[in-house]
Each structure stands twice: as structure tokens, then as C-alpha cells.
């Protein structure tokens, strides 16, 4: 039997949004599996599925530039190691300033991007002079570039998520579908795009709830049909109901603008990224014991 501990049991909270107790006995009963004890509860409680994309788990900004002619454009994700410096004008200038280099010298990745000269020296140089001026650690994580001979729209909500569209139309259809995304964090464009094992987990779940709930097979198939279509119209970005008005999908609101969506791309500060916590009460009990012996 796998050790149950107090942190994977907040992890199954946070991701599930269910009480202690009914998390650390899921977690029993599928030995500590994690994504198996939040299967179990969705099962049992109909808990949403996680979306993983709007976890944020670590420090930093987006850096964002948006060429005047509106032809390329870029997002740098930079990050450091507490709240306070994502706030200090040096670190928001030179994440700004890394997107622009980005959309205007196209790296290849983050090394590439890390030897180009930022004034007089290099974006590493740069970095390592930030480091000694703030104090605290900063990586550059990240970034993405977008050319087009369409158009390109951008949106920044705060410093924490950045988003890029292109897309064809009035230029109010492209900051709509930028804002749309950054509040709906849709995981795919389209129903095409819903990875095999994404829909093979989700129609599982949907079977076992089905089938929990005691319905006739023919009405138990229509639960999981229905649940499916439901479940794919929250993930994809065309599926689900427009930010300004929720009679409308978003595809069925590009339709009625005679616009399209070519792609998209957005960063959430931290996403992915395991943040260290720590127990203060047990850090102070710790330090009053050594102190005392």
C-alpha cells in the first residue's frame, strides 16, 4: 500500500475542487494513483475534469510584442522566483524586450535566443546582470513567434497569461477571440484535434457513471454520447460558448463575422512548473525545537 500523504491529497483537491476525506479515500483506493483516484471521483461525484492549463505554479511574467503592421509577433514567458520582483519595472522591460527580439529575429530556441545582443551585450549577459541586480534567480523558459501575411491579434491579461491569434477578419474578431481564449483556456482548436486518449479517458469515465447510475442500456448510451459531446464543446475553442454572448460557440459567432481562426497560441505564467511548498507551522516547530536543545 502506497503512503497517502497530505500533498498528493491537496493535489487531488485542487484539481477535483472535493473535501479532504472523499480525496485521501480515493487516493486508498487506487493505491496512491493520482489520476486514477480523480477517475474514481468523477466517477462517484461527477467532478469536472481537470484543466490542467489554468494551474499556475510558479513566479514570473509574459513579455509580448506586437509588430506595428501587425504581421508578426511573439510571447517570451520569463520567469523568477517570487511575486514581488514579477512586479519590478527592470524584469517587465526585459521581458519586453525579449519578445521583440524574438519576433524580429525568429531563434531557434531559448539558446539561440540567449546569444542574440540585447543593446550592448548579450541576452544572457542581460540576464546575469538582472540576477546580480534583483537578487533572486531568472530563467528565460520559453517563447513563441507568429508570421503572417494575415492578421494577428494580441492580449495580455495583467502579466500572468499572454495570447496570440491569427486569424482573418475585422480586426474586433481577432481581440474577442484573444480575450475569449485567455479567460476559456481551451486545450484544442477542434474536435479534430482531441488527442485518441484524451476522448478514450473521458468516454471510460462517462461508461462508469452510466453505469453507476442503474439506466437502461439504451438511455445509459445516450448519458454517454451526450456527455461526450458536452465534454468537447468545453475543451475545444470553437465548441465552446463565446465569451459575449454564450448563445453563441465561438465557431457559430466566426460564421456569423464572415471570420476565421488560422491559429493560436497562449502562455500562462508558470504552467507545468512544480512549485516548492512548504509546511511554515512545521518549519517554525522545527527551528523552536533547535533552538530549545
Known amino acids: 500500500m502506497a ?14 475542487g472535493l473535501g479532504m476525506m472523499e480525496c485521501k479515500k480515493a487516493l486508498v483506493e487506487t493505491d496512491g494513483d493520482l489520476k486514477s483516484a480523480e477517475d474514481l471521483l468523477r466517477v462517484k461525484s461527477g467532478a469536472k475534469a481537470n484543466k490542467a492549463a ?17 504581421k508578426s509577433a511573439a ?39 540567449c546569444a542574440l545582443r540585447l543593446e550592448d551585450a548579450t541576452v544572457e549577459a542581460k540576464r546575469q546582470a538582472l540576477v546580480q541586480k534583483i537578487g533572486e534567480n531568472l530563467s528565460i523558459r520559453r517563447f513563441h513567434r507568429a508570421r503572417t501575411a494575415a492578421k494577428l491579434a494580441q492580449y495580455l491579461h495583467g502579466v500572468k497569461i499572454g495570447v ?38 473521458e468516454r471510460d469515465v462517462l461508461v462508469a457513471r452510466a453505469r453507476e447510475s442503474g439506466k437502461p442500456a439504451n438511455i445509459a448510451e445516450k448519458m454517454v454520447e451526450g456527455g461526450l459531446s458536452k465534454f ?46 512548504s509546511d511554515f507551522a512545521a518549519e517554525v516547530a522545527a527551528q523552536a525545537k533547535a533552538a530549545a536543545g
Do not use: W
Open 3 to 16: 503512503e497517502i500523504t497530505a500533498a498528493m491529497v491537496k493535489e487531488l483537491r485542487e484539481t477535483t
Open 54 to 70: 489554468g494551474r499556475v505554479a510558479a513566479e514570473g511574467v509574459i513579455g509580448a510584442y506586437l509588430a506595428a503592421d501587425g
Open 75 to 113: 510571447l517570451v514567458e520569463v520567469n523568477c522566483e517570487t511575486d514581488f520582483v514579477a512586479k519590478n519595472a527592470d524584469f517587465l522591460d526585459f521581458a519586453s524586450a525579449l519578445a521583440q527580439l524574438v519576433a524580429k529575429h525568429d531563434p531557434a530556441d531559448v539558446a539561440a535566443l
Open 164 to 201: 496570440l491569434v491569427e486569424f482573418e477578419g475585422e480586426d474586433e474578431v481577432g481581440k474577442d477571440l484573444a480575450m475569449h481564449i485567455a479567460f476559456a483556456k481551451p486545450q484544442f482548436m477542434s474536435r479534430g484535434e482531441v488527442a485518441p486518449e484524451v476522448l478514450a479517458r
Open 232 to 277: 468537447l464543446g468545453e475543451i475545444t475553442l470553437l465548441g465552446q460558448a463565446f465569451i459575449k454572448d454564450d448563445k453563441l460557440t465561438v465557431e457559430k459567432m466566426l460564421v456569423a463575422k464572415h471570420a476565421k481562426l488560422l491559429s493560436y497560441r497562449f502562455f500562462v505564467v508558470g504552467e507545468g512548473i512544480e512549485k516548492k511548498s
